[in-house]
């Protein structure tokens, strides 16, 4: 056998090393049970710092009158009057579908029109794109109430001052924060994906429809969750543009009970707990639902590789 068919030494191969395999001694390093402890129980004391209050309002909405400041989490008087009383007394049902109306228009807006943006930033390469996304992430620094007074002298002159309009159109433009969140994601993806997406003959709208977005899914969920928590408990737009109770949103309605039923009014707090524990529980599924979407496209992310 001559040095040429001497077969040549293999190579050390490394794999990551799978889950639970490996000694103990190489992975992360295991907690003892006094940290464990301490961890859990400072846990146990967070979560019941965050939790309690919620918990306090729902007990609060199943008393009567003159018990809700007992501070008992589990009621004296237990009674669902509250709930009939305060579908009768304000507007509630309409209150709902106003800001339902308003919260998905300007989820879906907002989304789309960032994604749309945050997709020109990162794919397109043209002369000045930096310097003028440069100007996009410093409208960041204007501070709300600065372009409030204009604002609200555009929408009247239009003359939508009075309607739902205000509160979810000016987010077809976009949101600074939203696009710089989504533009880092598109920046992500490979290249050369796009590249031969275009070989086979698909357009810039194609690239951007069947695989930019399906790609960042989890970037869109997380920009969706944020707008509809921000919309859905938005009480400063509703008090400058909306005057008639028929338009009122939720926060806004609620701004009308806490002056009707609470200080300096008839001091029915037992409507107001119950009408902001129906108004704060869509808000709470909506966040489980989106929390379960998220992993899901997160895995499904990570799958594609």
Same mark, same amino acid.
């Given at each position: 056998?001559?040095?040429?068919?001497?077969?040549?030494?293999?190579?050390?191969?490394?794999?990551?090393?799978?889950?639970?395999?490996?000694?103990?001694?190489?992975?992360?390093?295991?907690?003892?049970?006094?940290?464990?402890?301490?961890?859990?129980?400072?846990?146990?004391?967070?979560?019941?710092?965050?939790?309690?209050?919620?918990?306090?309002?729902?007990?609060?909405?199943?008393?009567?009158?003159?018990?809700?400041?007992?501070?008992?989490?589990?009621?004296?008087?237990?009674?669902?009057?509250?709930?009939?009383?305060?579908?009768?007394?304000?507007?509630?049902?309409?209150?709902?579908?106003?800001?339902?109306?308003?919260?998905?228009?300007?989820?879906?807006?907002?989304?789309?029109?960032? !994604? #749309? *943006?945050?997709? &020109?930033?990162?794919? +397109?390469?043209?002369?000045?794109? $930096?310097?003028?996304?440069? @100007?996009?992430?410093?409208?960041?620094?204007?501070?709300?109430?600065?372009?409030?007074?204009?604002?609200?002298?555009?929408?009247?002159?239009?003359?939508?001052?009075?309607?739902?309009?205000?509160?979810?159109?000016?987010?077809?433009?976009?949101?600074?924060?939203?696009?710089?969140?989504?533009?880092?994601?598109?920046?992500?993806?490979?290249?050369?994906?796009?590249?031969?997406?275009?070989?086979?003959?698909?357009?810039?709208?194609?690239?951007?429809?069947?695989?930019?977005?399906?790609?960042?899914?989890? !970037? #869109? *969920?997380?920009? &969706?969750?944020?707008? +509809?928590?921000?919309?859905?408990? $938005?009480?400063?737009?509703? @008090?400058?543009?909306?005057?008639?109770?028929?338009?009122?949103?939720?926060?806004?309605?609620?701004?009308?009970?806490?002056?009707?039923?609470?200080?300096?009014?008839?001091?029915?707090?037992?409507?107001?707990?119950?009408?902001?524990?129906?108004?704060?529980?869509?808000?709470?599924?909506?966040?489980?639902?989106?929390?379960?979407?998220?992993?899901?496209?997160?895995?499904?992310?990570?799958?594609?590789?």
């Amino acid at each position: 056998m001559t040095a040429t068919d001497t077969p040549a030494p293999r190579a050390l191969e490394t794999t990551p090393l799978a889950a639970g395999g490996g000694r103990a001694g190489q992975g992360r390093p295991v907690k003892g049970p006094v940290a464990r402890v301490v961890l859990g129980a400072l846990m146990a004391v967070l979560t019941v710092a965050f939790v309690y209050p919620f918990v306090w309002l729902l007990s609060a909405s199943f008393k009567p009158r003159g018990e809700v400041f007992d501070n008992r989490l589990i009621p004296k008087t237990f009674t669902l009057h509250n709930y009939v009383a305060v579908w009768h007394d304000a507007p509630m049902a309409l209150w709902l579908a106003n800001t339902v109306y308003v919260t998905v228009l300007a989820t879906l807006t907002v989304t789309i029109s960032s !994604a #749309l *943006v945050a997709w &020109g930033f990162a794919y +397109f390469r043209f002369r000045g794109r $930096d310097a003028l996304f440069g @100007l996009v992430l410093a409208s960041m620094m204007i501070p709300g109430a600065v372009t409030m007074i204009p604002t609200y002298l555009i929408w009247h002159a239009l003359g939508f001052t009075g309607t739902l309009v205000p509160l979810w159109a000016q987010n077809l433009f976009g949101s600074a924060f939203y696009i710089f969140l989504l533009r880092q994601f598109f920046l992500g993806l490979p290249r050369d994906l796009f590249e031969a997406a275009k070989l086979d003959g698909a357009n810039n709208w194609q690239m951007f429809r069947l695989i930019a977005l399906p790609l960042t899914r989890p !970037a #869109l *969920v997380v920009v &969706g969750l944020f707008e +509809f928590q921000a919309a859905w408990t $938005d009480l400063m737009r509703p @008090l400058i543009y909306l005057r008639d109770s028929s338009t009122f949103t939720v926060p806004r309605g609620l701004k009308s009970m806490v002056d009707q039923f609470g200080f300096g009014g008839e001091f029915h707090w037992e409507l107001i707990v119950t009408a902001s524990v129906i108004t704060t529980l869509p808000m709470i599924l909506i966040f489980f639902l989106g929390q379960r979407h998220f992993m899901e496209g997160i895995a499904t992310t990570g799958n594609r590789g």
